[in-house]
């Protein structure tokens, strides 16, 4: 029997039927609730939200109550079990116990979002079990951030996400809300939500009952913010496979370097870069300059090992945005190093004369822009040779990025430029390290715009020296996004 929650032993399975082994208290709820003659209308839409009840059977001088087996029919069922509820204590409960549940509360999600998983079985559609199975030992506990993950997990068969159970089990649960936001006639404690994903079909159930108590009229508030919990964590969990199952808008970079994971992304990288970020974002970090620095770039979360290649996982800056533009600038007249080849050095130094980066301290390696519509406009990607922006036309090029339809978005300019400022601030003042090859990359979606700094596979220390070949570069771009406001403002497209 798959048991992701409880006290193991408790149930008995008996084909469609279970036998679970209850207290006194809800062995009267089941057998009010399942009463010929109860007449309450709330309570009698409720049974098709439990385990159908057939009645009690005693075993060793125990009280088993028979009801429906919700795991019966099911090939290779995934569950979880979410306890509802930011107050799981009762006025009955002891002293001691309820401190006990306080301090779960506490380390749980329990206090944040209402509820908190009390089991989880996952099994591919194989049947083979994967990742954590059953209770979360004490402090590892799923938390507010992560706990989607494990909500993914249930629905996951392979490399497919059951989308349509992720639906089913939004539609359910908001099915179950609205019946709680209207009813007066109990409250309910320590009860759980039940998901079941199989393979072929999903359901969702609401079990548990030892502590259910007479409303007095009043809502049931503690169970309600937890269920409009569950369906804000099954929607994000389906904003990300939604996004996913979109082709990445990649400007610049090695096609296929970068591995969308939702508000995550995956980035195929060499141990220098690597290196950086775990300094960067290691948790013994003192130097203040660098501790500022991280807000200019992606987040980072690790490394993950894929076919022998690492890739380190980092935050997907296009999450979130509708139909985003994006513009991919590197930055610095000089991005080749002592250690390359001549052949090396030679190659990017034609590409420094040929494009804006002898001139600018910048060039684009990568462009992407879509009209309102999402529609992808003009020259997209990398240029190839002898067609790269020149300094009397590359703010054509920036200001593509900013343009939707006949409106130029004034907004996002102004945007830009400030977050250039600021980054070219800090690089004024620091003195720690020198960056070679990064880049700045700009992106505008519809509703909102960011600019941050990355690709940090050619990082090294200052020896207390101003990093000017960024500086140049960072100055350049400031003045080309003031170049644009100003035609911008001129022709009055802002409007």
């Known amino acids: ?27 009267e709820f089941y057998n009010y609730l399942f009463s010929p003659e109860l007449q309450d209308p709330h309570m009698l839409e409720f049974r098709k939200f439990v385990p159908t009840f057939y009645g009690v059977e005693q075993i060793e001088g125990h009280s088993f109550a028979i ?3 919700l795991l019966d029919g099911y090939n290779y069922p995934s569950i979880l079990d979410c306890k509802v509820g930011k107050v799981t204590w009762t006025p009955h409960h002891d002293p001691a116990k309820t401190k006990r549940q306080q301090d779960e509360a506490l380390r749980t999600t329990t206090s944040t979002l209402g509820f908190r998983i009390c089991g989880v079985v996952a099994k591919d559609q194989f049947g083979t079990i994967f990742g954590h199975t059953g209770k979360f030992s004490k402090g590892e506990e799923p938390t507010a951030e992560n706990v989607h993950e494990h909500f993914r997990r249930i629905v996951t068969r392979g490399e497919r996400v059951q989308l349509e159970t992720i639906d089913q089990f939004i539609r359910d649960t908001q099915e179950i809300l609205d019946w709680f936001r ?14 079941v994903a199989g393979l072929e079909k999903a359901q969702t159930r609401f079990i548990d009952f030892a ?13 309600i913010e937890g269920l409009e919990s569950l ?14 199952s979109q082709p990445l808008d990649q400007a610049a970079g090695h096609e296929g370097s970068l591995i969308p994971r939702g508000d995550k992304l995956l980035k195929r990288v060499k141990a220098p870069e690597i290196t950086f970020y775990e300094y960067l974002f290691s948790p013994t ?17 690790g490394v993950e090992n894929l076919n022998g290649h690492d890739h380190i996982v980092i ?9 985003p533009s994006i513009l991919d600038c590197k930055i610095g007249k000089v991005t080749w190093l002592p250690e390359n080849s001549d052949v090396k050095t030679k190659k990017q130094q034609e590409v420094a004369m040929r494009s804006t980066q002898a001139t600018l301290g910048f060039r684009i390696c990568g462009i992407l822009c879509k009209d309102e519509q999402g529609n992808v406009t003009g020259h997209t990607g990398k240029y190839s040779r002898n067609t790269e922006p020149v300094d009397a036309n590359v703010h054509e090029e920036f200001r593509r990025v900013v343009t939707r339809g006949n409106r130029v978005q004034l907004e996002f300019i102004d945007q830009f430029i400030r977050d ?26 519809l509703e909102k715009a960011q600019t941050r700094f990355i690709d940090f596979a050619h990082v090294f220390d200052s020896d207390g020296t101003a990093n000017t070949n960024v500086i140049e570069g960072l100055e350049s771009l400031i003045m080309v996004w003031n170049r644009v406001k100003a035609q911008v403002l001129s022709e009055g497209h802002h409007k």
């Not at 502590?211 to 169970?223: I, K």
């Not at 369906?231 to 996913?244: D, F, G, P, T």
């Not at 970090?285 to 979360?301: D, G, T």
């Not at 250039?420 to 979606?445: M, N, P």
């Open 420 to 445: 250039t400022q600021e980054l070219l601030d800090w690089f004024i003042r620091q003195r720690t390290k020198h960056f070679f090859t990064c880049s700045v990359f700009y992106i505008a979606g």
């Open 285 to 301: 970090l003192e130097n203040p300059e660098m501790i500022e620095f991280r807000k200019f770039v992606p987040y980072y979360f």
């Open 231 to 244: 369906i804000m964590i099954w929607n994000r969990v389906k904003s990300e496979v939604l996004a996913e």
């Open 67 to 69: 009801i429906e087996n």
């Open 1 to 27: 029997m798959d048991q992701a929650g409880g006290h193991i032993g408790s149930l008995i399975p008996r084909g469609d039927k279970i036998l679970k082994r209850v207290g006194k208290a809800e062995l």
């Open 182 to 195: 209207k009813q007066r006639s109990k409250h309910f404690y320590t009860c759980s939500v039940f998901y």
């Open 315 to 323: 935050e997907n800056l296009l999450y979130g945005y509708t139909h």
């Open 211 to 223: 502590h259910v108590f007479d409303a007095e009229g009043q809502p049931n508030t503690n169970v």
